[in-house]
């Protein structure tokens, strides 16, 4: 994932418009510049629009899928905040901007062909930058994502705290003291990734988690943890 097949396609044509909070289960949102997006109903679909963040906090916002937007950041330091997304989607996005690209605290969350790159806080000044914070969730699957960091002083990749039955595969992940956290946590696996450059260390691992198949950038496979 990268500029040509992430974010919002060319050629949409975007309405600007204020700040967005959902009204009823089911609502699209579509072809939308717009501030925060905030979701708090369930089975919501945001396609195709550029905000600045989007937050599902409040309310029940299960079976959330988020496509082919851009977030450009500027506001929350979480791109996304997803804490009530159970079962929800997001594929294909652009993310930049934020100190953190995803927050996440729901369960059984795909997070798929992502491209999540040049991180930035402003106006904080002690950032703790992450591609994916994951905390208090369980049966989550990370694949084909592109955490572009390299060594611009990021935190992690993904980190994790207190996760269950998270599988992490195929994705390209370049950047972090760490590049991956995997903390508290439980059933993890860590398979066919691409890992490029880190600043201590390729992963921090006290669950007892499991790897395979993972490569550095010259396709050398690599013993993890």
Request: aromatic share 6%; charged share 15%.
């Amino acid at each position: 994932p990268g500029p040509s097949n992430t974010g919002v396609p060319a050629g949409t044509v975007l309405t600007n418009t204020g700040s967005v909070t959902t009204t009823q289960a089911g609502q699209v949102i579509s072809a939308v510049n717009t501030g925060r997006i905030d979701v708090r109903h369930p089975n919501v679909i945001v396609r195709k629009s550029k905000f600045v963040d989007l937050r599902a906090h409040d309310g029940d916002a299960t079976g959330l899928l988020v496509e082919d937007c851009e977030c450009v950041g500027g506001g929350h330091n979480s791109g996304l905040s997803l804490l009530t997304s159970h079962s929800g989607i997001v594929r294909r996005c652009n993310i930049h901007g934020v100190e953190n690209a995803m927050w996440l605290e729901a369960n059984g969350m795909q997070i798929r062909d992502n491209w999540m790159h040049d991180a930035a806080a402003p106006g904080n000044p002690d950032p703790h930058y992450d591609g994916l914070q994951i905390d208090n969730a369980r049966d989550m699957i990370v694949e084909h994502n592109n955490f572009d960091y390299g060594t611009g002083g990021q935190s992690s990749s993904i980190t994790t705290m207190r996760v269950a039955n998270l599988d992490i595969r195929n994705n390209r992940i370049d950047g972090g003291t760490y590049t991956i956290y995997l903390q508290s946590s439980s059933g993890c696996k860590v398979t066919g990734n691409t890992f490029l450059s880190f600043t201590y260390g390729w992963v921090v691992d006290d669950s007892n988690s499991t790897f395979s198949g993972n490569v550095d950038k010259d396709g050398k496979p690599l013993a993890l943890p």
